[in-house]
């Protein structure tokens, strides 16, 4: 599950990669200026999730732009991605109602664990292209209980895991 794209401002392990970064950069600079801009973020957003509010957007534009200049740059947008910063950590709970629509956004039939299915659904409507057998091998990488899905207990592990203190391959 380590594919599932930023939602609410959250970072994604498969974004590490420099060229998944700069692709997924490349998706939100609509007009190819190098920038993104709130408006364009919220395109994206709204094609996650039609009640994302201008509110929504803001802050996590602010979460992103360190530099202040009202945009996301490439090197502001990969330190994202690379989990450098954590939104959820000004939110005061720890972030437990952003994560868990997050985590609603992709359970789509609201029984509280996301498919293969759901989460090939929702990756389709961000642009990416891969198949639900590739979604399933996403979730057995987080499935701690081997019941073919992702609950909130394991994407709320999974999202809110502190990479940065985890051993580096040498």
């Known amino acids: 599950m380590e594919a599932i794209p930023p939602l609410h401002s959250e970072p994604s392990m498969y974004l590490e990669d420099t060229e998944e970064v700069e692709k997924t ?4 600079d609509a007009n190819g200026d190098g920038k993104i801009s709130a408006e364009e973020f919220s ?6 999730t ?5 509110e929504d957007v803001g802050h996590m534009m ?6 202040k200049d009202g945009f996301i740059n490439l090197h ?3 330190t994202f991605c690379k989990g450098e910063t954590n939104p959820f950590a000004s939110t005061g709970d720890g972030g437990e109602k952003e994560l868990k629509e997050a985590f609603e ?4 039939n609201h029984n509280g664990l996301i498919s293969a299915s759901e989460l090939h659904a929702m990756l389709t409507r961000l642009g990416e292209r891969c198949t639900v057998k590739d ?9 701690s209980d081997d019941d073919g899905y992702v609950n909130f207990a394991e994407f709320k592990k999974m999202m809110t895991n502190d990479r940065n203190n985890q051993p580096q391959p040498n």
Do not use: H, P, W
């Not at 395109?43 to 996650?48: E, L």
């Not at 039609?50 to 201008?54: E, G, P, S």
């Not at 956004?105 to 789509?108: F, M």
């Not at 979604?135 to 499935?143: E, H, L, N, Q, Y």
């Open 43 to 48: 395109g994206v957003m709204k094609a996650i």
């Open 50 to 54: 039609a009640d994302t509010t201008a």
């Open 25 to 28: 950069f490349n998706r939100f």
């Open 62 to 67: 602010k979460e992103m732009d360190t530099d």
């Open 76 to 78: 502001e947008f990969a």
């Open 135 to 143: 979604c399933a091998r996403m979730i057995k990488s987080v499935d």
């Open 105 to 108: 956004l992709y359970d789509q």
